[in-house]
């Protein structure tokens, strides 16, 4: 390909992304006043690693096949045949699990599959004059298929996620898709993610009266490591479609907050610090979380996250910590290049 032609393409692709990004931003302004959505675990993260960078990223990629969910366009050929299991412990008998599959086809090229399921335990059931009449499970199961593209310099991939709730024997179900793109430096360790999330229409309601929403998102971030430095630093900005981010979990918002808070509520930083090439240590900090979460003369915990992460011939293993008032919510992963175990003699 001449170099004209390419640079005129890559021209072309920037333009329309850009102009796809800002229609989707001018479309869902009106809704993203409102904070009552469901679907919420489609908003949990997949995996340790993300826990531990503070809960959101959709620039890093480096050795994570879970990075899919996060962005589509975070995945590459050199992660075809690995899988993963992840299992986010949250409070009480809630939890978090996610399978994760990639796979390079002959003909179609890499594709990435995912299950989620968050399982919110049994719930007691009453009747009108309040007589036990038994225990319901509760959960939430997302299936995922992704597949993903490269031009140049530039990555784009699309998810399509099927999501099924049951909340005590009501059930509502929807259907959304992802888009998102990634430029990689091809010498540095740099990387810059965008990504429109859960971008869809709800199937069925819970209920007649009920009025469901999917957890709409625009989030854009940046991965760099510097050249001479055993540190990878990573920022995420996110709800960019609504300005006014609520600060506490009823969806008030707080009408005194500085312009700089409102800034930062946006704003989610992860660190790396890279012990070994196998060994990293993970830091996070969400500024939301810590101001939604933390009570008045509380520690500051809320919104701190850590966690580490090494690597064993064909095997990476991951263990973050995220921190809340009530205690810490803790997540673990393994994940395995299959093509290694499965040709071995």
Known sequence: MKSGHFYYSLQQITRKWMMATIVTLLVHGTYAQSDSKT????????????????????????????????????????????????????????????????????????????????????????????????????????????????????????????????????????????????????TRDLSIGLVIKNLGVVLSEFSPTSTSQLPFDVQVGISYKPEHMPFRFSATAYRLSDYNVPYDLRGNTNEQVTTLDKVMSHLTFGGEVLL?????????????????????????GSGVSIGALARIKYFNFAFSRSGYVTGGAYQLSVSVNTNHILTRK
């Open 39 to 186: 679907f919420t675990s489609l908003e949990l993260p997949v995996n340790a690693i993300q826990s531990g960078l503070g809960g959101l990223n959709v620039s890093r990629s480096d050795y994570s096949i879970d990075f899919f969910q996060n962005n589509p366009a975070l995945t590459s050929d050199t992660l075809s045949g690995w899988a993963s299991a992840n299992h986010l412990f949250y409070f009480a008998e809630t939890g978090l699990s996610t399978f994760a599959y990639q796979h390079n086809f002959s003909k179609i090229g890499v594709m990435s599959f995912g299950i989620n399921h968050l399982s919110l335990g049994d719930i007691q059931g009453y009747d009108i004059v309040g007589v036990p009449t038994g225990t319901f499970s509760s959960g939430e199961t997302t299936i995922v298929v992704g597949k993903s593209h490269q031009e140049g310099l530039f990555r784009f991939g699309a998810n399509v996620k099927a999501i099924f709730s049951n909340l005590a024997g009501y059930r509502a179900s929807a259907l959304a898709v992802d888009i998102g793109g990634a430029f990689v430096h091809p």
């Open 276 to 300: 070994h090439k196998n060994v990293n240590l993970l830091l996070g900090y969400n500024f939301l979380k810590n101001k939604e979460l933390r009570l008045e003369n509380a520690g500051g």
